[in-house]
Structures are given as C-alpha cells and as structure tokens.
C-alpha cells in the first residue's frame, strides 16, 4: 500500500549544487545534495552513477531527489570517481575503486550530523547495479536499496554479450562512454577544473577493448555480478525492470535467488524509471520508492513487509509495431516464480512439429533477424519487433498445434539442443513467437548461444571442437498470455543480425534433437491487490527547458546483396536556467551486411555532446566501426574534445578483438 505521504509534501527543501567527500586516498568525489528543512537527522537515500550531476542528467535527478527530500529524507547525487566533477580516473565499468568507493560514500553519509545513520541506495542501469553490489555484505549503515534496469550477471545479462556471442550494442556503449568520461569538469570542480580535465583526457581509456578480449565469463564478467554471491546480499532490494528492456531477466532472476531480501516489479517498459515508461503504462516510481523507504528507513526494527513478492505486467498478443504508446495486457502479482510454475515440455517432432527428418540443418543465412528492434537499451523511441514472418522464412521452424485452453508462460523458457558442428564453432538463436489465429506472429521471447563454450559459457572462444554438443539456453524471461486458438513458434536459425555480431566461420550445424521447456503458471493469474499510483509530472517546479528534442529516425533498406538498419537520434537540447548550462547530444548508428560470397558485418556509431557554459563551449566527440569478415575483424575508436574552438585531444584505439 502507498504511504498517504506521497501525494503532498511534508518539508521545504534545501538544495546543495556541490560538495566534496574525500575518499581515503584523497580522492575528492563530487557530489549534489537536497535536504529537508528539519533541525532533526533523518536518513540519507545515495543515487551514485557517472552520469554528470550538473549537466548530463541534471533534469532526471531534479524529478526523484527534490521529491525525497520534501517528505524527509536527505537525497544525494554523487558523480563516480573519474566522472562530472569528480577527481580521479575510470579505467572501465565497475573498477575496483568504483565498488569501494560507493561503501565509503556510505560510511560518510551514515556519520553526517543530519543523518539519523540510516542509508539506502537506488539508481537505474549503472546506478541500479551499483546499488546491488553495495548489497553484498553490506556496510550497517546501508538497511535498503532500488535497483531499476539493473543487471545481476554481467556476462549474460547486459549489453556485451548473450549466451557468449557478441552483441552490437556493446559497440554502442563502447562509443558513448570514453564520450562521458572524456568530457570536461565544470568549475565546481575548483579553478584548476582545465587541469583535471587534462589529466583525464591523458588516462582516457577504450574498455571496449576489455570487454571484447573478455570473450567467456572467466573472472573478468563474474566481478559484479552479484548472481554468483546472492547467498552474501544482506539488505532488502527492490528489483525494478521492464519486458522491452534488456535487462528484464535480473528481476525474475534475484526473486527467485533470494525470495527473502527480494521483491520484483516488472512492466511493459523498456530502459527507464517507471514514471517515464515506454511503452505504457506508466507507474508512480517516487510514490512507490517513498513507500519503501519509509517501510524500511523510516521506523527501527521494520516488519516483514506485505508487499506482493513478484507483480508484473502479464502481457498478450498485440499486432507487432515499431513503436506501441500502451502495452496491451494487466498487473498480476505472485509469489517468486519458479514456486508458482510447472514446466512444460514441447519435444521436437512429437509437441513441436518441423520438417519430417531425423536431422535438421540449422539455417546460415547471415541476414536472419533484421526483424528483432533493438533491445530497449538507453529508453529509445521505438525499436520493438515487428511481425517475425520475414525472419521465421528464413529459418528452421518448429510449431504447436493451436491451444486448446489459454496458458501463461511465467519465467524464462528453456532449450536443449543435441547436435553437431563440423568446426566446433558457430552460433544457434531461438526465438519463441505466438502466431494468432489469422497469422500475425509477435515474439515473445529469444535467446542466442555459443557453441564453443561449456554449459557455464567458461571455455574461451576458440577452443571448441568439431563434434556432437548438447547445449541448454535459457530464453529472456517473461509473463506472457497464450490465448486458446493460437499457436507457439520455434524458430532456430545460425544469425540474429543486427542484434548479435554473427560467428564468420560457422560452418554447417546439424540437430538430431530438441525440447523447449516453458515455465506455466499452475493457477490462473492473480490480479494486482492495489493497483500502482498514477506517474507524477515531476518536477513540480522545472530549473531547465528542452530547446530542441527532434524525434528520433530509424531506416530499414534492402538491396540484392546488402542490407542495412539504423537510427539517428538528432541533436538534443536542454537549457538549465540555474547554472546558465546548455547541454546537448547527438547520436547515429547504422549496421550494414554485405550477403556476398563472404559476408561482411560492419557497424558504425557516432555520439557527439556539447556543453555551452558560461565559460566557454566544449564539443566531445566518440566514434567507432567494427568490421567483420571470414578472415578478419577490425575494431576502430575515435576521440576528440575541443574547448572554445581549439582541440585539447585527438585519440585512436586500434582494437584487435578474437576472430
């Protein structure tokens, strides 16, 4: 139930654009505060991402932290070490700095005299899943946390790899975040602010690197995942996510890993805090936090909440669209889900009906997925899966006969396959799709996997070998209606391109046999007991205006021997009247697949933000282009910064991923 306090403030606010907290090497890390006008402590909440507190996402933080700290809670925004006005540098994601840092920040807020001692932690993406990791053995202080878009295994539940094969957005990321950690302090940072951002410019780094030679999980992806240590989470999280986001099976995964500490909220969106979710509906994200830090920061000794463990958005058929504002389907709750669920076996050639052998050829047509959208990474616009027919031509394609009763699929569907592969490589992707009764067919749900690597993705690329293989993947999780009349669809085919970097010398793959295992609820669903609040139109006073917010451009083309897919995010403008800042960005992707006797994968991305300041204008630019073929992969990164007309840096990595 939502606390009577969400709807109406209870404090006026005070509000801090900047202070130091010095970490104990001397390491000053910038941050921003809100506080409730009170003479007495209360507890502190800590969103601590890179994503620049005066400018970058300065409008986000004004619509959660002012919000707080008028219903009594102390609201900080901390910039990472070697991020916005911090000092520092960041050699990659998650650093060992990063981690320890965020325990200090902890520490630090904990013994403030205008703190009670009490801390809790949220943020979405990086901020999510930084959250998670301080959940892990715990420092006292820290009693709860809200992890939104978060990831619990890096490895297979982020955006470089899936069932390890490569995905294209770690390109994209690899692009965008030298441009974030590249981009110049503001004077808040001290008069010597042209100084640090020189020395950071010189330690300026390309992780994408990292992430590409880190082709298997090894110890490299377990580092932060925080599913390989769920026995040492120690604080009550709220796992937050969405079904168009690629992050959604974190959610599912930490309920049912930890059905005591973890409580799950899941619906149609896709990377964005559930207030601005899209596709809708969208729900009151700062209501639902403030009632969960007044369950758990708000008394002594809190009792064991009656909150629902798991409520998600059940979804159902809907005609495939590029860009959908409503989701079709409704809120049901449950416990956590492999507690609430049977499985299903659809066996291949008994349940699963495909061509009539006794051995299928697994399609290696380069251009299969073009199909599938994006993933939801970054909250863009659009980007869902259209109709899977195109795809599902192309591909070997197994189906059920029509249901005769609905059934809702409740978890991540399983696949095992039993093959062989001639070179030892090679890569199979499924996607589980629902064909209506007049033909339309929307997905449901995917999965890709590696051929060369064990059952735990552990052996490196490269070392598999030519023979039989038994492989189980585990599709994306999800609540998904199955109406009576329709019928389900595997569809298994070598490539999902653009979404997953194909492998170049796959080779022929053969099955011999199949079964998918899906997760049934045993019951018919349960309806939300008490319905979300309403999203808020925060906040209620704006320090910025959106200048410019062009809509977002995708294209689609196909010629005899080349296809290409992408997108353009125009320039993006917001004026923040406080600090006299304009801020904007620019962002393009395309991919292109040249289906000759050799078929070449190239992608390019560009991402370019301008901050327009008092002092001065600076431009920080990334590029990138990887390109593929049977004999040869080259990976290109490009960076510049310039300030008031003049460059301050021009750098080139030269990446020399595994083929």
Known sequence: MVNDKCTRATFSVTHTDHLWIEMPDGTRLAARLWQPETPHPVPAILEYIPYRKSDMVRARDERNHPYLAAHGYAAIRVDMRGSGDSEGHMPDMYDRNELADAREVINWLAAQPWCNGNVGMFGTSWGGTA????????????????????????????????????????????????????????????????????????????????????????????????????QDLSVPILAVGGWSDRYSNSVMALVNARPDLVWGVVGPWGHHYPDRGA??????????????????????????????????????????????????????????????????????????????????QVPSNPGVGTTSGDTGYFGRTGGLPLDQQEDDDLSLVF??????????????????????TGTGKGHVAARLNDVSATGEVLRIAYGVRNLALDKHLDRPAGSGRPGDFVVDTALHCTAYLVRKGHRLRLALSQAMWPLVLSEANAGKITLHAGNLVLPCLKASPSPL????????????????????????????????TKKVIGWHQPQTTVHYNDTGTTFAFETRMEHRLETTEAPV????????????RPDGMAVVSTTLESRMCATEWTLKVGFSADWRENEIAALEWLVEPYL
């Open 529 to 560: 007991t008490i319905p979300f609040p309403p999203a808020l139109d925060l906040p209620a006073e704006t320090s910025h205006q959106a200048l410019k917010s062009p809509s977002l451009q995708r294209w689609r083309a196909q010629e005899a």
């Open 131 to 230: 959250s998670l990791q301080a959940s892990v053995n715990a420092p006292d202080a820290l009693k709860a946390v809200i992890a939104v878009c978060a990831t619990q295994d890096r490895f297979e539940d982020d955006i470089h790899y899936m069932g390890g094969c490569v995905l294209t957005d770690t390109f994209e990321w690899g692009a965008t975040l030298p441009a974030i950690l590249g981009s110049p302090p503001t004077p808040n940072a001290g008069d010597d602010w042209i100084a640090l951002w020189q020395e950071r410019l010189k330690a300026l780094s390309c992780p994408v690197e990292n992430w590409l030679r880190a082709d298997s999980r090894g110890t490299f992806w377990r580092h932060g995942s925080v599913i390989h240590q769920a």
């Open 601 to 612: 994968q190239v992608t390019q991305v560009s991402h370019t933000m301008h901050f327009d």
């Open 399 to 420: 189906e059920t006969a029509p249901f005769d009763e609905d059934i809702v699929i409740y978890g991540a569907p399983t696949l095992t396959l039993k093959g062989h």
């Open 279 to 360: 596709p809708g509906p969208a729900i009151g994200f700062q209501q639902i936090a403030l009632d969960w830090w007044d369950h758990w920061l708000g008394t002594k000794e809190p009792r064991q909440p009656k909150w629902p463990r798991l409520r998600v958005w059940l979804r159902e058929f809907e005609n495939p669209q590029d860009t959908l504002t409503q989701r079709k389907g409704h809120w049901i709750e449950s416990g956590p889900p492999q507690k609430e669920t049977d499985t299903t076996d659809l066996t291949f050639g008994e349940h699963l009906l495909g061509p009539e052998k006794d051995a299928w």
